[in-house]
Each structure stands twice: as structure tokens, then as C-alpha cells.
């Protein structure tokens, strides 16, 4: 590099080459040049280990070692920081332990495992005084963790609140627009690279669940894990719903939501949910569409800000990999320049914080009920909702899915009212399935 004194490349080896990993060599070579301006120093990919050794990744490894030994790959003096994109739980767990162990960095995507482990990979990277990075967990490419561990250190956070599952959103869009079955959008998801190896974690809103629970942790300081949120996914919903949503005003969402109310002597205690939710068609959040991610922070400082970009995907996400290795690399070149809590609060100060309960939180609802012989059946319907002083604004039946559907827009109501009426509508002879029910937010 002119101008500046020769540096000792940093090593790096990455664990798990499917497609992100793909999409991280893809970066590291194509980028190389202005990785070395930015770092002063190159990435050099020292060694790759995966299970799957005969795969054309389309990528060239002239100068790399690629073989399935990841204990090897820890244990290799040239390598200081470790890439994990395997996913799953146990055997990354395994990997990242011990390369904590052999005093090495961890770069990591693995959201399932950081919201279910997440309060012993953090306390090992501490106790071995190494980085663990993980931008790439949630919204693919958008820098969205960085943005609230550092750029709004300053604020209380009030609401994050967003679209952060990529597959989900790409299939709730193309279901709305060509009214296809949800299967075939699925799998068009997966063939583009955008689901989980199991797409059941995108589908029953698991994945998001993950993410959500660590931006809870980094927003407000609790101590969550994702089996703590109230969370629904995507399936069952049909295309009438999404005409009426256009219909009444709105698109339908998968959104992860999670609030800190702050009472007056201090006490602080949280909202948090994952579920298909109507915003408003005129919406920043509803022009999201496709595997498009985006997050809305809001902080008692700086107000709302948007956070957009892509939320899945080869490239988007092995540009968060390699942003956090340069963010290491970095680290490294300083000489530690001291704990950058990557939770964003010190360990200490993150511990359990209590749940709003459902009676103290209320909103509007989008109702559809299968019913058999109606006649009559919406006025018991509409009188079960008023015991529970659920108001109902709007009612109309229609035909959907060779059954005919009351379909209601209620008024403000109490999340326990409407649960307590939505046990007594089921219990009716002539309701043939769960209701579908979907909460309205207008904050998004
Ligand atoms: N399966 C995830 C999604 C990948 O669809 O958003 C990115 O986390």
C-alpha cells in the first residue's frame, strides 16, 4: 500500500459454505482492493471447512484450504478470526465455544443460536476476551444492530418495530399480487436463497422471533429469549384476506414488534410479539416489499428513524459478514481498544424485565370466521364480541375457500377481551375452524 507501512495480512476461515459463505468469498475477492484501503491491512481466507466437499460454488479457491475439519480450521495459528455460517444450534455452538477456547474472533449469522444460547456465547467471548460479531442475524445487509448499539447509544429506545423476515415478506407480497398458492411462492423463496434450511423457522414467524429477541435485549436491556414472544406465522392466510386488507385500507405484514413502557417512577416493562399485522397501504412499511427488509427504531432523542434494505439473500448478507470481519480486523490492528459490549449494555446491566399483560394493551382487529349455516350467526357473533366490549366498525360476509367467512373490523379493544371472545366464537356449532384474527397497528 503506498504510503503506508506494509501490514501482516489478517487471517480468517469460515465455517459453513453454502450460500452465504459463497457470498462472502464472492466479496472478499471482489472487494479486496477497497477492504485494504479502508482496513490498512488485506483479509486473507486461510481455510474453509464444510461437510459438503464436491459442490461447484462457482467461486475460486486457488491459495485457500478447503476440507471438512473445523476443529483444524480453529486450531490454525494463521487463522485470528472465525467465520460460522453453518446454523443450527449445537454443532455452531460446539465451533464457536472452541474457538472462543483458542482465543480466536467469531463472526457469526446464527440468530436461532444467539437468541436461544445467547447469555453463554456472549459471556464465553467475554471471559476469553475475544469479539463475537453478528450483524449479518438480523436484516441481512442493513446495518441495523450497529446502528442501535452505536449510533443511538444516547436514546431510550421506544419501539423496533419491522419486516424481518425476508422469505415471509417475498411470499405475502407474491401472493398478493398473483395469487398464487402459498406453497409454490414458498418454494420459489427458497430456490432464490432466501429461506432457512428448515423454512418452517421463516413460516411460523420463528426466525423473526429470533431476531426480535435480540434487538429487545439491545433496545431495552432484557433478558428475552425468542420462546418468550407471543408469535404467529403466515400460514392459513388466504387471498381473500389480502383483498379485503386492500380493501379497508391496508397490507397485510409480518411484523416483529417490541415496545418499552416506561412508567413515571421508572419501572420499565415490555411488548413484544411477531405476527401478521394490517399497516396502513399509504405506510413506509407497506411500499416493503418482496425479501426486503426494514426496521423502525423510535427514540426518545432523535424520534423515529427507517432502517431499509435487503433482509436475505447471498450478497446482502455476506456484506454484514464482512463489514463485522473488517470491524474485528480492525480491533485487531488497535490492539483491543477495549469492550464494545456487543448485547450493546454491559452483562450486568441486561436482566429480566416484565411483560405488559394483554389487559393493558389493546387495538383494533381484522376478524375471519368460517361459519357454517349463517344466517343469523353474525348478530350472536357481534353480541359475543360486545360482552367483551369489543366493538365491531365494520361486518360483511363473503365466500372464501368453499365456506362462506364473516369478516369484521372491530374498534379499540383490549387484547384479553378479544381473546376471551375469540374462545367463545369457537365454541359455537356453526364456527368450522380457528379464526383467522389480525391485529391493526397504526404506529407502523
Ligand atoms: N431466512 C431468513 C429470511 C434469512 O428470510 O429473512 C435472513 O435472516
Do not use: W
Not at 447471498?314 to 490492539?335: F, H, K, N, Y
Not at 365456506?403 to 368450522?432: H, K, Y
Amino acid at each position: 500500500m503506498s504510503g503506508q507501512d506494509e501490514q501482516k495480512p489478517i487471517g480468517v476461515g469460515l465455517i459453513g459454505f453454502g450460500t452465504i459463505g459463497t457470498g462472502v468469498v464472492k466479496v472478499l475477492r471482489d472487494n479486496a482492493e477497497v477492504i485494504e484501503q479502508r482496513l490498512g491491512s488485506r483479509l486473507r481466507l486461510v481455510r474453509i471447512a464444510d461437510l459438503d466437499l464436491d459442490t461447484d460454488r462457482g467461486v475460486d479457491l486457488s491459495g485457500i484450504v478447503f476440507d471438512a475439519d473445523a476443529s483444524a480450521l480453529i486450531a490454525d495459528p494463521d487463522v485470528q478470526i472465525v467465520i460460522e455460517l453453518i446454523g443450527g444450534y449445537d454443532v455452531p455452538r460446539k465451533f464457536i465455544l472452541e474457538a472462543f477456547a483458542a482465543g480466536k474472533h467469531v463472526v457469526t449469522a446464527n440468530k436461532a443460536l444467539l437468541a436461544l444460547h445467547g447469555r453463554e456465547i456472549f459471556g464465553a467471548a467475554a471471559s476469553a476476551s475475544v469479539e463475537v460479531a453478528f450483524e449479518a442475524a438480523v436484516g441481512g445487509g442493513i446495518p441495523v444492530l450497529r446502528s442501535l448499539r452505536e449510533g443511538l447509544a444516547a436514546n431510550q429506545i421506544e419501539t423496533v418495530l419491522g419486516i424481518l423476515n425476508g422469505t415471509t415478506n417475498y411470499v405475502l407480497t407474491e401472493m398478493e399480487s398473483t395469487g398464487e398458492d402459498f406453497d409454490v411462492v414458498l418454494k420459489r423463496a427458497q430456490e432464490l436463497g432466501y429461506a432457512e434450511a428448515d423454512p418452517t423457522f421463516d413460516v411460523e414467524g420463528i426466525d423473526a422471533a429470533h431476531k426480535l429477541a435480540l434487538m429487545t435485549t439491545m433496545a431495552f436491556g432484557a433478558e428475552i429469549t425468542f420462546e418468550d414472544i407471543p408469535t404467529t406465522g403466515i400460514r392459513g392466510l388466504l387471498p381473500i384476506d389480502f383483498e379485503l386488507a386492500a380493501q379497508f385500507g391496508y397490507r397485510i405484514k409480518l411484523l416483529g414488534i417490541a415496545k418499552c413502557h416506561r412508567s413515571e417512577d421508572g419501572q420499565e416493562r415490555i411488548e413484544a410479539r411477531v405476527q401478521p399485522t394490517l399497516v396502513r397501504d399509504s405506510s413506509l412499511l407497506a411500499k416493503v416489499d418482496g425479501a426486503m427488509n426494514a426496521v423502525l427504531v423510535i427514540g426518545n432523542a432523535v424520534g423515529p428513524t427507517l432502517y431499509y434494505g435487503a433482509g436475505a439473500g447471498e450478497m446482502p448478507t455476506a456484506s454484514a459478514v464482512v463489514g463485522d470481519l473488517m470491524e474485528i480486523a480492525r480491533e485487531i490492528r488497535r490492539g483491543g481498544s477495549g469492550p464494545v459490549p456487543p448485547l450493546s449494555y454491559f452483562p450486568e446491566q441486561i436482566g429480566p424485565k416484565p411483560f405488559v399483560p394483554d389487559a393493558e394493551l389493546s387495538g383494533r382487529h381484522y376478524l375471519r370466521i368460517s361459519v357454517k349455516d349463517q344466517p343469523g350467526l353474525l348478530g350472536r357473533v357481534t353480541s359475543l364480541l360486545g360482552d367483551e366490549a369489543v366493538a365491531v366498525e365494520t361486518a360483511m360476509v363473503r365466500s372464501a375457500n368453499g365456506s362462506d367467512s364473516i369478516i369484521l373490523l372491530t374498534g379499540v379493544a383490549a387484547e384479553d377481551g378479544m381473546q376471551r371472545a375469540i374462545v367463545r366464537i369457537v365454541e359455537l356449532d356453526e364456527v368450522t375452524e380457528m379464526p383467522r384474527v389480525i391485529r391493526i397497528e397504526e404506529e407502523a
